[in-house]
């Protein structure tokens, strides 16, 4: 388990965010987020725009963290591949 991602969930619940959502295709990772509080994401099943859209009633999120701290790559599979 990465430990950003963790400590980025965490630390927007300590600043009352009120919702948290995770997005990852790693099972594990999922399952951890979803322990913690977030609405999980796995954009290898939905694509993740259009969940967090529906989601969030159309209007979308506040503020976003991207903890991969790394270059990431585009997904080779899944819908999050069609945009």
Known sequence: MR???TICQISAMLKD??????ADATPS???VARRL??????????EPVA???ELTGGIGVDRAIDAVGVDANMPTSGPATRQ
Not at 17 to 22: E, Q, S, T
């Open 3 to 5: 430990a950003g991602r």
């Open 29 to 31: 990772r999922l399952g």
């Open 17 to 22: 965010a009120g919702r948290v959502l995770a």
């Open 51 to 53: 969940t967090i859209m």
């Open 37 to 46: 509080g977030a609405e999980a994401i796995d954009y290898n099943q939905e």
